[in-house]
């Protein structure tokens, strides 16, 4: 049950430039999108969100960019620092239910210096 | 900064025991959830509770486990009777609200079932 789906294992930039990570989802009741960060051995760390509301959602040098009628999100980085090296999920959740999250599988971004 | 913390980080146990894993949220947090990392797998929903009762589970959370807010401050998973499979990591999250919050993860606990 792939409802979020993260199609790239892995994505390489150098530093200076910017990363653009893709995610895709199936379901229609999701209204509430979140991107984290996983360092190895450590738990998810939340980034930057976006409600179903908005198109758009800007933090520093990350930004979430949804497409509702695509069912597609990508999260922005500009620009890339080394230090951003590490593995990318995309969830979501539906209103009214518990916040519960659906996780994609990952990308691994690596950040050449 | 507050961060949710977990004890122990890895567990090591024999296939058929049981096992506690403890967490503690942010403190001012309402929403609690557990989730698990199989190796090389995506983040897995398995439990989230609310006002002292478990709000929705996942279809992997059976009848072997369990969770508990024993004292207003900590938060555990309990695993009766561990399984090959239920090796994992599993993660603690809380947030303030329910969805449209963001959920603050701790640094799991890393459970080794033999």
């Known amino acids: 049950d792939q409802q979020v789906k993260q199609n790239s294992p892995s994505l390489s930039v150098q530093e200076g430039r910017i990363s653009i990570l893709n995610c895709d989802y199936t379901n229609s009741m999701f209204d509430y999108f979140l991107w984290y960060k996983k360092y190895p051995a450590e738990g998810p760390t939340f980034l930057i969100s976006?409600?179903?509301?908005?198109d758009k959602n800007e933090d520093g040098r990350f930004t979430v960019f949804l497409n509702k009628s695509a069912k597609h999100l990508s999260l922005h980085i500009v620009p890339s620092q080394p230090g951003d090296s590490a593995v990318y999920f995309c969830a979501a959740s539906t209103s009214g239910n518990t916040g519960k999250l659906i996780f994609g599988q990952g990308t691994t971004l690596q950040v050449k210096p | 900064e507050p961060e949710v913390t977990q004890t122990p980080s890895h567990q090591v146990t024999q296939m058929g025991q049981e096992v506690i894993l403890r967490c503690v949220p942010i403190?001012?947090?309402?929403?609690f959830y557990w989730y698990r990392q199989i190796l090389g797998q995506k983040v897995e929903f398995l439990v989230s509770f609310y006002n002292n009762e478990i709000s929705e589970k996942s279809e992997i959370f059976d009848d072997q486990f369990s969770v508990e807010r024993p004292d207003g401050s900590n938060f555990t998973l309990k695993i009766r009777s561990t399984k090959l499979e239920d090796s994992a990591m599993y993660f603690c999250a809380s947030s303030e609200g329910g969805t449209y919050n963001e959920q603050f993860f701790g640094p799991g606990t890393r459970l080794t079932v033999l």
């Open positions: 976006i409600s179903s509301i908005k």
């Open positions: 403190s001012n947090h309402l929403y």
